[in-house]
C-alpha cells in the first residue's frame, strides 16, 4: 500500500520544534547584537560628555553641579544651583547645561557627581593646595585634586583612580536607575550617594542576563587641568 502524501504528526511536530530552535537563536542573538550597539553608543556618549564637561569648564571656570533626579517640568536637567553653591554633589547628568540628550542608549539618564570645589563659585569650598588659589573666575588650582575614588569591584576591588574630579555613569538596562534603592553589590555601589565607584566588565547570570552591567566614566585632574591650562584659564 502507498504511503499516503504529507507530514505525520510527529513529523510535524519535529519540524516545528526545530523551526522553535531557530526562532529562538535568531531572537537571542539579535537581542545580543542589539546590547552590545547600545553599548558602543553609550561608550560613544560618554566620551561626548567628558568634552563637554572640559568645554563648560574653560568657559564657565568650574564644572555644573548635578541635576536633581527627583525634578520636574522646566527644573529637569537643570543644575541643582543656588547661587554660587550645588545643592548636591551627586544626582543627575545637567544635559541642559551641557547641551547634550537626556538619556543614555538604554533610555536611562546618566548620573554624574562632581568634587564640591570644583563646581562651586563661592571660593569658601576650595581647602587651598600648596598654599595656591585659584585665579579669578577659576574655583580650582593647578594643585587642585578631586575627591571621588573608581575601584574594580565595591568589595575587596583594586584601585583603577584615585582623587578624581567627576565621574559619570550609565546604568544600562539591568539593576537601579541614578540614585535608586534595589541594586546589590557593584551595581548598588554606583547608586548610593557616596566617593566611591565601580568600572568593570559586565556580568552575566546563568540565564545571559546582566547582573552588572554600568558603563563608568571619569574625569581625571590632570585631564582637566592640562585644558585649563591650554585655553589660559589657568597659570
Not at 523551526?19 to 537581542?31: E, I, K, N, T, Y
Not at 561626548?48 to 574653560?58: H, K, P
Not at 574594580?152 to 537601579?176: E, F, I, K, M, T
Request: charge should be negative; aromatic fraction near 6%; proline fraction near 5%.
Amino acid at each position: 500500500m502507498a504511503r499516503q502524501a504529507g507530514f505525520t504528526l510527529i513529523e510535524l511536530a519535529v519540524v516545528l520544534v526545530i523551526v522553535g530552535m531557530l526562532l529562538a537563536g535568531a531572537l537571542q542573538a539579535a537581542r545580543v547584537m542589539g546590547e552590545a550597539q547600545r553599548v558602543r553608543d553609550t561608550r560613544s556618549e560618554l566620551a561626548e560628555i567628558r568634552e563637554a564637561l572640559l568645554g563648560f569648564a574653560v568657559r564657565e571656570g568650574h564644572l555644573p553641579c548635578p541635576a536633581d533626579p527627583a525634578a520636574t517640568g522646566a527644573a529637569i536637567g537643570v543644575e541643582d544651583r543656588s547661587g554660587d553653591v550645588c545643592n548636591r554633589f551627586q544626582g543627575l547628568l545637567p544635559w541642559v547645561a551641557l547641551g547634550l540628550g537626556q538619556t543614555d542608549a538604554f533610555g536611562r539618564p546618566f548620573s554624574y557627581r562632581v568634587t564640591d570645589f570644583y563646581a562651586n563659585t563661592d571660593g569658601k569650598s576650595f581647602g587651598g593646595c600648596g598654599g595656591n588659589s585659584p585665579p579669578a573666575g577659576v574655583s580650582f588650582a593647578m594643585c587642585s585634586l578631586g575627591d571621588i575614588n573608581i575601584f574594580s569591584a565595591a568589595v575587596a576591588g583594586q584601585d583603577l583612580a584615585r582623587n578624581v574630579v567627576a565621574v559619570v555613569v550609565s546604568h544600562g538596562s539591568y539593576g537601579p536607575g541614578p540614585l535608586q534603592a534595589g541594586g546589590v553589590g557593584d551595581e548598588a555601589e554606583n547608586a548610593d550617594n557616596d566617593r566611591e565607584f565601580v568600572s568593570r566588565e559586565r556580568v552575566d547570570g546563568a540565564d545571559g542576563v546582566a547582573v552588572y552591567d554600568d558603563l563608568t566614566d571619569w574625569l581625571p585632574p590632570a585631564t582637566l587641568l592640562s585644558r585649563m591650562l591650554l585655553a589660559g584659564r589657568l597659570p
